[in-house]
T-cell receptor, first 113, second 113 residues
Framework: AQSVSQHNHHVILSEAASLELGCNYS??????LFWYVQYPGQHLQLLLK????DPLVKGIKGFEAEFIKSKFSFNLRKPSVQWSDTAEYFC???????????WGAGTKLIIKP | DAMVIQNPRYQVTQFGKPVTLSCSQT?????MYWYQQKSSQAPKLLFH???????NEADTPDNFQSRRPNTSFCFLDIRSPGLGDAAMYLC????????????FGQGTRLTVV
């Protein structure tokens, strides 16, 4: 079955630290990849997406993600986090066999001021 | 301008009293989804419409029903809400093809008292 794994359920960092959140998926075909962010009490927002082309994609608020096809990974990065990045981050995959999104379990990120 | 609109943003209902949540879209997307999201969990797909075709997830309780009277509108009916149905309900739309993204509404937070 197709699945998405986010390795860390909770991450706590200090401001200005670098961030990397892992995401791996299980599907051998073509995929579209997404990272969504959900700030406390708010709705889901699209952070960035990958459809094709340059495997390093840049999103809003200084986030970027790298698609490594050989590793079935789409890790999210930010060089220097801010307190306002405290949120839950969800990785989602849309395989070409299925128009629906398959979701990871989410990573709760807490930034200490 | 909001493209996927959910009403109301907050809904309080009594235990066992039927409640309807609504979603409208201005994108003319052929697929509309309803998700249930509980605190610190990934969105859980309840069902979706592909055009007029209704697709229920296998583990969606019978207590949850949906209607899509036209392309623009979709409703979620909870026939007899229980305390365990308190959650954020998310509506989303997409074009059911690769290289497109899903658009989410702001959600309706349902409280059952």
């Amino acid at each position: 079955a197709q699945s998405v794994s986010q390795h860390n359920h909770h991450v706590i960092l200090s401001e200005a630290a670098s961030l990397e959140l892992g995401c791996n998926y299980s599907y051998g075909g073509t995929v579209n990849l997404f990272w969504y962010v959900q700030y406390p009490g708010q709705h889901l927002q699209l952070l960035l997406k990958y459809f094709s082309g340059d495997p390093l994609v840049k999103g809003i608020k200084g986030f970027e993600a790298e698609f490594i096809k050989s590793k079935f990974s789409f890790n999210l990065r930010k060089p220097s986090v801010q307190w306002s990045d405290t949120a839950e981050y969800f990785c989602a995959v849309n395989p070409d066999s299925n128009y629906q999104l398959i979701w990871g379990a989410g990573t709760k990120l807490i930034i200490k001021p | 301008d909001a493209m996927v609109i959910q009403n109301p943003r907050y809904q309080v209902t009594q235990f066992g009293k039927p409640v309807t949540l609504s979603c409208s879209q201005t994108l003319n997307h052929n697929v509309m989804y309803w998700y249930q999201q509980k605190s610190s969990q990934a969105p859980k797909l309840l069902f979706h419409y592909y055009d007029k075709d209704f697709n229920n997830e296998a583990d969606t309780p019978d207590n949850f029903q949906s209607r899509r009277p036209n392309t623009s509108f979709c409703f979620l009916d909870i026939r007899s809400p229980g305390l365990g149905d308190a959650a954020m309900y998310l509506c989303a739309t997409n074009r059911a093809k690769m290289n497109t993204e899903a658009f989410f509404g702001q959600g309706t937070r349902l409280t059952v008292v």
